[in-house]
């Protein structure tokens, strides 16, 4: 036998007498990786509530993990790290989610959308992932708590403008939308932002504390508020003279 093909034979030797101990490794660190994971899903989900509920910055990271049920006060910061990156950890979770629906629901799109079309396309998808969430939920009013903070508001709205289906329905509705003053269209936009935040919020405020809401269902309220919203578009500008 040669040297070579002798220290092959000593490898597999070697690979099979290991092969059991590095099974039991592998299996560790599967275990350790789940229950990683875990942890981080229970400590988003806990942290969304409570700055639903309080708001961000009335909620420190020590309480997050004591309502978490961590025995290590500092399992927020070891898992996320700051505050802001928690607000968007807990964001980029519902994101992705409400980015398929939304790219699901413009490709369904017919040859010659309206302009009521594409604003359904902005309120439906956040409103059916809410409906999909069951209840209750906590996420339109983490929105709405997030998008009311000057520090915080940057990190909802580079989600928005990572999405591609957003600037694609975005241009979409301004092909659509009457001629319009710039001003006027600024304003129009962030009345309809706010809509969409804040009337997701009030349902759901409104559904975890058991109170009636207008609309019976998710799917109903995002009617109402697309007719709303758009009907806001085509509003008359009044001009006043000077006096």
């Known amino acids: 036998m040669t040297a070579d093909l002798r220290r092959l034979e000593g490898l597999a030797v070697a690979g099979r007498e290991e092969s059991p101990g ?10 350790r990786a789940e229950q990683v994971s ?10 969304e509530r409570l700055f ?4 961000v910055y009335a909620v420190s990271n020590r309480q997050v993990s004591e309502a978490a049920g961590q025995g290590n006060n500092a399992a927020v910061g ?7 990156d928690l607000v968007r950890a807990i964001a980029q979770r519902h994101s992705e989610r409400v980015e398929d629906l939304r790219a699901r629901q413009l490709a369904a799109l017919g040859d010659a959308p309206d302009l009521r079309d594409w604003v359904d396309c902005l309120v439906r998808p956040q409103f059916d992932h809410l409906a999909a969430l069951g209840s209750p939920t906590w996420y339109a009013r983490f929105c709405a708590q997030v998008m009311t903070d000057p520090a915080l508001r940057q990190i909802m709205v580079d989600e928005s403008r990572g999405s591609a289906s957003l600037r694609e329905i975005i241009a979409g509705r301004n092909r659509c939308m009457p001629a319009l003053p710039d001003e006027v269209r600024a304003e129009r936009g962030d009345m309809a932002r706010h809509l969409i935040v804040h009337t997701a919020a009030e349902r759901e405020r409104a559904l975890a504390e058991g109170r009636p809401t207008p609309r019976a269902s998710w799917r109903d309220a995002a009617d109402g508020l697309a007719d709303a919203i758009v009907g806001m578009w085509l509003a008359p500008v009044t001009f006043r003279r000077g006096v």
């Not at 875990?38 to 942290?47: E, N, S, V």
């Not at 639903?52 to 708001?55: F, K, L, P, Q, V």
């Open 22 to 31: 590095a099974a039991v490794i592998m299996a560790g660190r599967t275990v």
């Open 38 to 47: 875990a942890t981080r899903q229970l400590i988003l989900t806990t942290a």
């Open 52 to 55: 639903a509920e309080h708001g």
């Open 78 to 84: 070891y898992h996320f790290g700051t505050k802001a």
